[in-house]
């Protein structure tokens, strides 16, 4: 199993979250029961929480294979791809959901086609699950951004976020993922949605009250799982991150936002 760590300074705001750390995890006065690695999803924990929210980023797609930064351009799945989705579908065969959501992007909606079947339910096109729009940016390799905006380099190695021309900005893209959190965390359903790692990361920032302009705190590995509930008092709660135990020799092109 590999799971992201935790950003390094507790407490944080969630429940069974698997914490690597040469201390251990702080206990939190919310666990009932142990987190079953081997289970779909630590059912025992979220007894009393009516909301879950289970985000899957999307599997490889060519712009993943190809080294591309993707940001709204709009590739499809690789074969590996499509293999971690199918992977992903088996995973979730047994649970037991009410709605299936996905970013309208080709790479999200052909991962969520593999996902509709088992869980026997129509996939609905969430548009505030786009991926960040990079811009400028998209469409580049890493080596044509360091050489087009050099100054990108610098902003990394202060560990700031760089800015490109034409991007969509922190500012909106958090409150776009803000909004569509607040919109679900007020049902009592229990939703899948397939998005993009950027997303992924934005809502683990929110639900943990990260500074958004912090880079790199969360990973998110195509076709990994996260998974948001509530606990008794209506707070939001991370209860795992990036959790690859499906894709075993199948990690690929790890998203750190």
């Not at 939190?28 to 142990?34: E, V």
């Not at 309208?104 to 505030?128: F, N």
């Not at 776009?176 to 990361?201: C, K, M, P, Q």
Request: with cysteine.
């Amino acid at each position: 199993c590999i799971v992201s760590p935790l950003p390094p300074t507790p407490p944080w705001p969630l429940v069974g979250l698997v914490h690597r750390s040469s201390a251990p995890a702080p206990p939190h006065p919310l666990i009932t029961a142990p987190l079953r690695q081997n289970g779909p999803f630590p059912a025992a924990l979220l007894a009393w929480a009516p909301m879950r929210l289970i985000l899957i980023r999307h599997g490889e797609s060519e712009g993943n294979a190809a080294g591309f930064v993707q940001g709204r351009l709009d590739f499809g799945l690789t074969d590996l791809g499509r293999i971690q989705a199918q992977a992903t579908a088996e995973r979730l065969a047994s649970f037991k959901a009410d709605r299936l959501i996905s970013s309208p992007l080709l790479r999200a909606l052909q991962t969520a086609s593999y996902i509709a079947a088992p869980l026997g339910l129509v996939i609905e096109h969430e548009p505030d699950l786009m991926e960040y729009d990079m811009g400028a940016a998209s469409g580049l390799t890493g080596a044509q951004i360091r050489e087009k905006f050099p100054e990108v380099v610098a902003s990394w190695q202060k560990g700031l976020r760089p800015v490109f021309p034409g991007e969509e900005g922190r500012s909106t893209f958090h409150a776009r993922v803000n909004a569509f959190l607040d919109r679900y965390s007020a049902t009592d359903e229990t939703i899948v949605a397939v998005a993009h790692g950027g997303v992924v990361g934005a809502i683990c920032y929110s639900v943990l009250g990260l500074e958004p302009s912090r880079r790199g705190a969360f990973e998110a590995a195509n076709c990994g799982i996260t998974e948001i509930g509530l606990d008794r008092q209506g707070r939001r709660v991370l209860l795992r991150q990036n959790d690859t135990c499906h894709l075993d020799g199948l990690v690929t092109a790890v998203d750190r936002g």
